[in-house]
């Protein structure tokens, strides 16, 4: 099990790029798989991307189309989620999550952060 604490949300105008970091801690960082979704509104929770423990894969949802970059250094016990060309779609809770096997689903991660609010609006 580890502890996961969020950071880097705001409000950002809709063209910007804001960086969001994760810092983990409670066990080996580089055991596990780190994955972001995000929750609008009234909506389901949704995968945005996950990054392996070596950091060598990584996989995104087709909505990222390119946008987005999850990278991470496993000296700090930090993953990141760099986020350029943000739309007011973007806007929502943006969760990081670990599981030592991970993958594309909610129920494949066992331990989570508070979250991170972004607000995209001009």
């Known amino acids: 099990q580890v502890q996961l604490v969020e950071s880097g949300g705001g409000l950002v105008q809709p063209g910007g790029s804001l960086r969001l970091s994760c810092l983990v801690s409670?066990?080996?960082?580089?055991?596990?798989?780190l994955g972001w979704f995000r929750q609008a509104p009234g909506q389901e929770r949704e995968f945005v991307g996950y990054?392996?423990?070596?950091?060598?894969?990584?996989s995104y949802a087709g909505f990222v189309k390119g946008r987005f970059t999850i990278s991470r250094d496993n000296a700090k016990s930090t993953v990141y989620l760099q986020m350029n060309r943000l739309n007011p779609e973007d806007t929502g809770v943006y969760y990081c999550?670990?599981?030592?096997?991970?993958?594309?689903?909610?129920?494949?991660?066992?331990?989570w952060g508070q979250g991170t609010q972004v607000t995209v609006s001009s």
């Open positions: 999550a670990a599981d030592m096997r991970g993958g594309l689903d909610v129920d494949e991660y066992a331990d």
């Open positions: 409670g066990d080996i960082f580089s055991n596990y798989v």
């Open positions: 990054i392996s423990g070596s950091g060598l894969t990584t």
